[in-house]
């Protein structure tokens, strides 16, 4: 049987959009499993680091986001940390333990507690510094500057759709 060119025209044009689409849903679906793989192997990785100076992953969240936000009520940092204020509170509970943090009373509400840092904070804080560098290094490898950035904006346009996204709770964001 033979074609006209235009015929044939059509049917390659009709292929590769089945193609087209064929490959894009599969990469939807691969980018959400990807994501999802590299943010666990992301926390596998951190919870290793995080047992060689005797803490978890959760503590080491709590002393960068104290780092980053000193004076913090425990259920501020809860919300920030998106869990609930008793999680936080025993995993402050080991941490003033330890030494590394402590609470002060707040000036000007006496039931409420700031979290500070103490400066026995500052080793362990220089080595998550140190392994998020590292870390950054090692999934960044292979790549330049500029892809790079593409990475972290178009990261950045997701966070963003599923925060403004009229499904997600207010709580999420």
Known sequence: MFLHSGQKALRLIISRLIISRVM???LDRDLL??????????RIQADRRAREDGMTR???????RLERMGGLS????????EVEPISVGRLIDRLQARGLVERR????????WRLHLTP????????????RAEL???ITRGLDHEAVVHVVEALLGM?????????VPDEAA
């Open 33 to 42: 499993f990807l994501l999802s793989d590299v943010g666990r192997l992301v």
């Open 105 to 112: 009373p707040d000036p000007t509400d006496r039931r409420i």
């Open 24 to 26: 894009t849903a599969a």
């Open 74 to 81: 425990q259920k501020e940092l809860a919300d920030a940390l």
């Open 120 to 131: 026995a904070a500052a080793p362990i804080l220089e080595r998550i510094a140190a392994y």
């Open 159 to 167: 966070k963003s759709q599923l925060l403004t996204d009229e499904s």
């Open 58 to 64: 959760a503590q080491w969240v709590i002393l960068a």
């Open 136 to 138: 950054h290094d090692r």
